[in-house]
């Protein structure tokens, strides 16, 4: 069973359970079709080798992908309960190339008691590559039952 | 095969399987908008609705990936307290490739485009059924280390009026039709 998250049982400081996620040519591919974002960035191979748009001879991640994840900690973490996002601001720091893992996470940094059912918490966002250098970063408000 | 025969294989909804993927092509890519023609301050409304299924909350949620019963199970969904199968948050972005195809934002297809981070604000939640139009305004333009920056706010709301989110969406664009139409080639079209 898992455990509720609520306005008054989460303190400013709090940690949120890690997301790690790898991303294979297959994973990026099946985020394109989800997202119907089929920029041969992402897709084609074969045109990243002399496009490289990013100065890398391969396909990366769709961004949208990447902050899709930095929501998954959050997701994860207060959806069980009826949580639901008020904001999200991501700054995408570095291009993540085809066959990278990133981890995700996330710390509770205010909490926000505006009653008439509309209390949220800020959080500050990180995405980190398999190097432990940050590919994104980013903060989110969140809106949480009060009990 | 191609990429694209090898992607179509994921491609499951209605949607995804009317929607073109082929974001090369050059009849297209010659009729998006392009950096330093874009008019800030234009408004519009994108002519394509997308009426929301329960196929295309789903299937955005498995392509993240995020296994969370609330995107999938409406009756555990509605036991955490909301309407039905609940959208992921990051949802619109489906909505934004499908009904921005020509015209008027179109530029987020470009070849060449690159994601430097988004603001997303949301004031309703997306269910199905929902009948959704975007409202687009060309917002700011601006040169920053040598790199061409796009933002438009696209304010996304139901078939009620009632405002579902907005999205400052932004990409670093290569600046002339001349620089896009080298990416389509294969080459790099961007400042050194």
Redesign the interface.
Known sequence: MMKRVTFESVNCGDVLSEVR?HVDQE?I?????????????H?????CR?????GLPVTVM????T???M??V???WA????G?????????IK?VPVNTTCTYGATVTEKHPIGRGEDFVALELWAKDQAGELV?V?SAQVYL?LK | MGYLDEMAKYQKTEKQKEFGADFLKRDDVEEYEFWDEIEIGRESEAPVKFEVKAEDLIAYAEGVPDDSPVFYNEEYAKKCGYDGIVAHPIFGTQVGFYVMRKGHGSWIRTPGARNPGQIIEWYDPIKTGDILTLKLQGYDKWIKRGKYYMRYLTEMYDQHGKLKSRMYVTLILPRTKEDVMKFLKGERGLEV
Request: hydrophobic share 30%; charged share 20%; net charge positive.
């Open positions: 996620q994973a591919w099946k985020h394109a079709v989800a997202s119907l974002d089929y920029n041969p960035v897709n084609n191979p074969e045109w002399t496009a490289r748009v990013f769709h961004g949208n992908q902050y899709s994840l929501c998954k959050i997701t994860n959806y069980h309960s009826g639901r996002m008020k904001r999200l601001e991501v700054k995408l291009p994104g980013g039952p």
